[in-house]
């Protein structure tokens, strides 16, 4: 799972949605005010695929109760869809819909979902377009300390005392290996039709990714994390204490690099 599945309260969930959403791609907003026929609406969250030839718009409707949800909340959303616009319609909760719920959702373009069948749905597309960007690009501040051959990196290592070599060169044993293997997180943003491999595909599991193939690249480091969202800030934090620490033999960063994507914290860009 992306987020934990079970949020403390609905605006926690109303958050964790639009998070999700606008970190694949989506202009995503809380709490958006809209007019309709009727007067103005407020949607939880309302979300348009900028990037889309006909802008496809995502209506959500956030319930974090604690039942299923019944018929008469989907007969409401119907109409809120309608009057809004809305190309696709979620309706997200802790227990998914009530069965007479489910069935008139059935040939609509409105879904419910649970938290957890949200974040299955989008993974994929949250992994490729997000984690794995975000990591890439993260790598590849610290590769020229670690890549094989860099002529700026031998000038500069020509300048430090022996002792500042030998802590670089201690530096390099522990991060080279998970670097480089990071660093291959953004080879889809160069090459689309490169095929992933086993440390960049989509995990299906998080205790087996971690336990399986992380340990093949990071061997000394302990990733404690319950979700793929701390396991990458976790990831982010190794990347940025070791560019600290090579920074800091050489008074700054020996040579700069503009971002592979544009992939920020919040998501890709939207322009």
């Known amino acids: 799972m992306i987020d934990h599945p079970l949020p403390d309260d609905w605006k926690e969930l109303q958050s964790g949605v639009k998070r999700l959403l606008r970190n694949i791609g989506l202009d995503a907003e809380a709490e958006v005010e809209v007019e309709t026929p009727r007067g103005?609406?407020?949607?939880?969250?309302?979300?348009?695929d900028v990037h889309s030839v006909d802008k496809i718009r995502y209506v959500v409707e956030c319930k974090n109760w604690n039942a299923s949800i019944p018929q008469t909340v989907v007969?409401?959303?119907t109409t809120v869809m309608h009057e809004t616009g809305g190309n696709i319609g979620f309706i997200v909760s802790k227990h998914g819909l009530q069965s007479g719920a489910e069935q008139y959702t059935r040939n609509t373009n409105i879904t419910g979902l649970t938290y957890l069948e949200l974040q299955q749905r989008y993974f994929k597309v949250w992994w490729?377009?997000?984690?794995?960007?975000?990591?890439?690009?993260?790598?590849?501040?610290?590769?020229?300390?670690?890549?094989?051959?860099?002529?700026?990196?031998?000038?500069?290592?020509?300048?430090?005392?022996?002792?500042a070599l030998e802590e670089f060169e201690r530096l390099q044993a522990i991060y080279a290996l998970p670097v480089n293997a990071f660093s291959m997180f953004n080879f889809r943003s160069i090459t689309p039709g490169w095929e992933p491999n086993e440390f960049t595909a989509a995990p299906t599991s998080l205790d087996s990714y971690i336990r399986e193939t992380l340990v093949k690249i990071s061997p000394h480091v302990r990733w404690r994390c319950a979700t793929f969202r701390e396991l990458l800030e976790g990831i982010l934090n190794f990347l940025h204490d070791a560019e600290t620490a090579f920074n800091a033999l050489f008074g700054g960063h020996i040579n700069e690099r503009d971002p592979i994507t544009n992939v920020g914290p919040d998501g890709p860009a939207l322009d």
Do not use: I, Q, W
């Open 40 to 48: 103005k609406v407020e949607l939880d969250v309302f979300a348009v």
């Open 75 to 77: 007969h409401a959303f």
């Open 128 to 163: 490729e377009r997000y984690f794995c960007p975000r990591v890439g690009d993260a790598a590849d501040r610290v590769m020229e300390y670690v890549e094989p051959f860099s002529p700026v990196r031998t000038e500069r290592c020509n300048d430090l005392d022996p002792k």
